[in-house]
């Protein structure tokens, strides 16, 4: 299995629930950018049935290479530019990656896999894995399913939605076989600082503000890394080819629950801290540009389908996550310190406007 994008949060539990409870040989082709971390890796680095290869997605040589030395059986694409207040301030980046790379590697696996005999073409997928924010912004009631229309309105959510549309093309134009999902907000050990989660978490640990966009109303629904990661072993294993999957928990909070929940757990942790009660650092802060309100996740048709249902509840998945972060201070104090000090992103302060493709620079 080649899964792209593997030094990253959800890339790397993957590669980590592949090789410690599958029989998945995993190669992980990554670039490495800011958020890319093999320390998230370190538990598995010395695996025999774990091959590391740092290249872009974009770099179709490179991808030629890797897929024609190790011939997988199946693609699990995850690399992706993915915070949503990265991709107000700098779009091009977004547009690079989430879709000149995934045009890339799509061209790169339909060349391979044209280039397998008849048994092995038969057995080959190509998995993209997408996000719930393609579909836009919910009202009160209602969610997403499989069929919902494709509505996005951040940069971000505008790449995905492309690469979406991209990998159902190579399906149905080429026959490329493939499977999309699109999964809620993740949560868990190794998230970028720069995330809500691990950035209240780490915030409140050192004393500092923690802020609520808007009132903290916006509404997400919260799926544990672990619990997605093992769907997309169900979906890449036993899925339908062509079909789309949508993975969530049923874990509806809004932004400022989730800060709140948060808080309530380091109080319960940490007795002795003297930023107790720890809700007493919150501060609401001008809202995100553009800011979708309410996503929720209708997973009926994995769970019915293909047997998935999350193990975690939000509360047991929160408990683990704040735990993780308290053992774990040097992975992410290294991050604060050489890549990411915590700073408010998003504010569409226009920073890039330029995409380089094919060696040509495009304004």
């Not at 992980?28 to 025999?48: I, K, M, Q, R």
């Not at 683990?320 to 992410?332: G, H, P």
Request: hydrophobic share 40%.
């Amino acid at each position: 299995m080649l899964v792209t994008g593997g030094a990253g949060f959800i890339g790397s539990a993957l590669v980590r629930h592949l090789l410690t409870n599958t029989k998945a040989r995993v190669v992980n082709l990554d670039a490495l950018t800011y958020a890319g971390n093999l320390g998230s890796l370190e538990s598995v680095s010395g695996h025999p049935k774990y091959r590391f290869e740092r290249a872009d997605i974009g770099d179709l040589r490179a991808v030629r290479e890797v897929l024609g030395r190790y011939r997988p059986d199946a693609v699990v694409h995850l690399a992706a530019e993915s915070h949503v207040d990265r991709s107000i301030d700098g779009p091009a980046a977004f547009v690079q990656t989430n879709i000149l790379g995934t045009y890339t590697l799509l061209e790169a696996a339909l060349a391979y896999w044209k280039s397998l005999d008849a048994a092995k073409r038969e057995g080959f997928v190509f998995h993209h894995v997408s996000t719930d924010e393609v579909f836009g912004s919910l009202p009160e009631t209602g969610m997403f399913t499989e069929s919902s229309a494709y509505q996005p309105n951040s940069p971000y959510a505008a790449s995905k939605a492309a690469a979406d549309h991209l990998v159902r093309a190579w399906y149905r134009t080429y026959g490329l076989p493939v499977i999309v999902t699109n999964c809620s907000n993740n949560y868990g050990p190794y998230q970028f600082p720069e995330k809500l989660v691990p950035l209240t978490i780490i915030n409140a640990l050192n004393g500092k503000s923690l802020p609520v966009y808007g009132t903290g109303a916006n509404v997400r629904d919260w799926l544990y890394v672990e619990d997605h990661v093992r769907a997309l072993w169900v979906v890449a294993t036993n899925g339908e080819v062509g079909a789309t999957y949508n993975i969530g928990a049923n874990n509806e909070r809004t932004n400022l629950d989730v800060v709140k929940a948060i808080c309530s757990t380091l109080d319960r942790l940490l007795p002795q801290s003297s930023c107790r009660p720890h809700a007493s650092l919150i501060e609401f802060v001008a809202d995100r540009p553009g800011h979708d309100r309410r996503y929720a996740i209708d997973a009926e048709k994995i769970g019915r389908d293909l047997g998935w249902k999350p193990i975690e509840t939000f509360e047991s998945g929160l408990a683990k996550t704040v735990r993780w972060y308290l053992d774990n201070r040097a992975w992410w104090q290294d991050i604060l310190t050489r890549r990411y000090a915590g700073q408010r992103l998003g504010l569409a302060k226009f920073e890039n406007t330029t995409v380089e493709r094919e060696g040509k620079k495009e304004a």
